[in-house]
């Protein structure tokens, strides 16, 4: 390097430091009271007419007054670019100035910075430079999709689908217009060791390497997104860089409507290449600096409703809001279309517009914590289950008549989650129709008629899943209980005087087992949920299946575990609800989470009771079993597994039960906490011990207009239940408990 400065530049004993960079070797060359920046970079035909245009651009920019620019110095033989072999250098001014990332950023300043990269775009605005209208670099946004194949060296499963879901959502916000959009030559790459100030103002830049022919709005894009790190109000802050850009240089309103998601595109080429430079350059310091607020800014961005970012950087730049649908209006329209037996939760309803993971957007531009929707076992919108939809629509979809790999697969990758004796899977599209199979499957094994069924217990909105379903069939004027139903008592400890040492379990089993005796060698199947969601979250009394099982079997019927709201992992411990009460049952009920919001369900059985079945009518299901669902939940079995939500669900469902047992001891009227994992339930009593519906539903609302889901249920609706998609974090548990703390006090003071 030194052999260089001294032939070409004329410079001789000068001190050499290292700068790092990603794309080429750089050295500070000082020389008495001069300072350069000499830069060397591979040979490459493409390379050299990169610098050639890159030279240009300096000259074009160096003539806007009042800024900074880095000056190319010329050789003794007056040449700007230097080929050596298989390498090319260039000497450079250096450009004096503090950092972007070592001052304030003042609304004053962050305005500046906007008004800087106007000033500096709109002067580039027509530039043309064939070089740079051929580069293809993946930190040119245009290209953010070539940052997919560097997802796999992100090492862990949940970032990894962190960092997918942004790609979906480029493809579907930002790509459809891409033609549309305004392009020019931009600086893209605005950071905060790029740009430079002087007495609290943006003074000029540096480093116009990743300089490209991009969208327009990209520059912007890309400075927000530097400046945004780290800043308790991103939005804020991002609105002074786009109102000081706009005053010089107006941006479109389709340029700011997508900003959202460039800034997140930003954001996941900023970590997409900087795990894969790990693996060149393990022990780099530069690589991680700028990777950890990154990754910060990532997670704080999708809790930000892309509606919200949308308005606001609307006002910034002075246009209007988006209209917004008007409540009363769908409200009525809803009451038109649709029957009053559907019913929408809280007081005051809410608009859904887009989702993700834990978090719900509604059409305002609240960012709402789901607690509630368990469904949504994966997450919402999980980008790994979207795609497997996604890419197995647009090649196939068919019913079980034809062999086709996915429900080879899927039921392979199911069955291995079950004993060896549950064997056999019937796939239908809801856990109602599982249970309404599993009905007929068991009436048709056992040759009876009877079904024994938990009070306060919830299978399905068939016909058959109303008349086994307690809940629903003691309510309201339907035709009630059927003759073929046998209750048997809810085994619920709490409230019930008894230890849940065995003790309750024995008393439940034993109350069941004189209910069962009564209608002794006609009872075809006994159904109970592992723990009881709409009787309030109501774990079975320990050893009570134990008991009641065997009794079952005895008198000829089989026992059905119904896991449609708490398997797949949820409860933690434990991946199916049966385990945690130490048995094994003849046929297991699955959906919800199954699909992950795609309609999915299914019946696990035995051999012999599939032979028992096989022997009547064929059983069909139009869309049970198909591609399409098949597809879908064995990506939701691979997220489980991939991102360990089980182990997740165990010890985020531990931390907030803990949290809920701290609130169950400062205030009275947190009677109970109980459940596992992530499927918990906390009863609500008065003063007096009776059930307290209306703060139970108070406590509800106030968390909604907090923005955060949770729901009501049990036999009195006095019952909080929580169930969250297991992307749910700590984090979240605590502003979950610190809400629900604040309301409790509000309420009762």
């Known amino acids: 390097m030194k052999r260089i400065l001294s032939e070409y530049y004329g410079l001789n004993q000068v001190k050499l430091t290292p700068l790092e960079g990603y794309d080429s070797v750089n050295f500070k060359v000082e020389k008495k009271n001069k300072i350069y920046v000499l830069k060397q970079y591979p040979y490459s035909d493409a390379n050299q007419e990169l610098l050639r245009a890159e030279n240009h651009i300096l000259e074009s920019v160096s003539k806007l007054e009042g800024y900074d620019f880095p000056k190319t110095i010329k050789t003794v033989t007056q040449k700007k670019l230097i080929v050596k072999g298989e390498k090319v250098f260039r000497l450079l001014s250096y450009v004096e100035g503090d950092f972007l990332g070592n001052v304030q950023h003042t609304p004053k300043f962050l305005k500046s910075f906007g008004e800087f990269l106007g000033k500096m775009d709109r002067s580039l605005f027509g530039a043309y430079e064939v070089a740079l209208s051929a580069k293809e670099t993946p930190w040119d946004l245009k290209y953010f999709m070539a940052n997919e194949k560097h997802l796999k060296f992100i090492p862990k499963a949940r970032d990894r689908s962190l960092v997918d879901y942004f790609f ?9 217009i891409a033609y549309e959009l305004r392009k020019s030559i931009i600086h893209n790459d605005a950071n905060d060791w790029n740009v430079l100030s002087k007495n609290g103002m943006v003074s000029g830049i540096i480093d116009f390497g990743d300089m490209c022919h991009s969208w327009t709005v990209n520059e912007i894009a890309v400075a927000i997104t530097y400046v945004m790190m780290e800043k308790e109000n991103p939005l804020e802050v991002a609105s002074q860089v786009i109102k000081g850009y706009h005053e010089v240089f107006p941006l479109e309103i389709r340029e700011l409507d997508i900003l959202y998601y460039l800034v997140a595109a930003r954001l996941c080429t900023s970590v997409c290449n900087s795990a894969y430079a790990k693996t060149l350059k393990p022990e780099s310091e530069y690589i991680t600096i700028s990777e950890k607020p990154a990754w910060l800014l990532l997670r704080k961005w999708l809790s930000i409703n892309p509606i919200k970012c949308r308005d606001t950087f609307r006002l910034a730049a002075g246009y209007p809001k988006t209209d917004k649908p008007r409540p009363q209006e769908q409200l009525k329209q809803r009451d038109s279309n649709l029957g009053k037996a559907l019913s929408l939760s809280y007081s005051n309803p809410i608009q859904m517009r887009r989702s993700a993971f834990q978090y719900m957007y509604d059409s305002q531009g609240n960012t709402i914590l789901d607690a509630y929707n368990n469904i949504m076992l994966a997450g919402h919108c999980h980008p790994k289950v979207v795609r497997a939809g996604r890419e197995t629509m647009a090649r196939l979809n068919t019913n079980t008549r034809y062999l086709y790999q996915e429900i080879l697969a899927y039921s392979e990758k199911l069955l291995s ?25 068991a009436l048709a094994h056992s040759k009876k008629r009877k079904i024994m069924v938990l009070e306060h217990g919830y299978h399905g909105n068939t016909r058959i899943g109303t008349d086994i379903s307690h809940y629903k069939y003691t309510k309201g004027d339907d035709l009630g209980k059927q003759r073929y139903i046998v209750e048997a008592p809810m085994p619920k400890v709490f409230g019930s005087g008894l ?5 309750a379990g024995q008393y439940f089993a034993r109350e069941t087992i004189s209910r069962l005796e009564k209608a002794t ?15 309030g979250q109501v774990p079975l009394a320990k050893g009570y299946l134990k008991e009641v099982y065997p009794k079952i079997r005895d008198q000829g019927g089989i026992c059905i575990s119904d896991e449609v709201q708490v398997g797949f992992g949820r409860l933690g411990d434990y991946f199916w609800g049966y385990e945690m009460n130490g048995v094994v049952p003849d046929m297991v009920v699955l959906g919800k989470p199954m699909g992950n919001g795609h309609p999915i369900g299914a019946v696990v059985t035995t051999t012999e009771i599939s032979e028992s079945f096989a022997k009547g009518p064929e059983f069909f299901s139009s869309f049970g079993g198909n591609p399409v669902s098949c597809a879908i939940g064995n990506a939701v079995l691979e997220v489980i597994l991939e991102e360990g939500l089980q182990e997740h669900a165990q010890k985020v469902g531990n931390h907030l039960e803990s949290l809920l047992i701290e609130l169950q001891q400062e205030f009275m009227e947190v009677a109970d906490v109980r459940g596992k994992g992530l499927f918990l339930g906390v009863e609500i009593l008065d003063t007096k011990g009776n059930p307290n519906t209306i703060l139970a539903h108070k406590i509800k609302d106030g968390l909604r207009e907090n923005h955060i889901l949770i729901g009501t249920d049990g036999p009195h609706d006095n019952v909080l239940k929580i169930k969250p998609p297991l992307s749910f974090s700590k984090d979240d548990a605590d502003l979950l408990a610190h809400h629900l703390r604040k309301i409790l006090h509000d309420l009762l003071n």
Request: charged residues 20%; proline residues 6%.
């Open 168 to 176: 979906l959502q480029f493809l579907e916000n930002v790509s459809p």
């Open 521 to 535: 060698g006609q009872v075809a199947a006994f159904i109970a949920e592992p723990i009881l969601g709409c009787g």
């Open 499 to 503: 230890k849940d040492d065995g003790t």
């Open 417 to 441: 989650r079950f004993p060896k004796n549950l064997n056999k899977v019937f796939f239908v599209n809801s856990g109602s129709a599982a249970t309404d199979l599993a009905i007929r499957m």
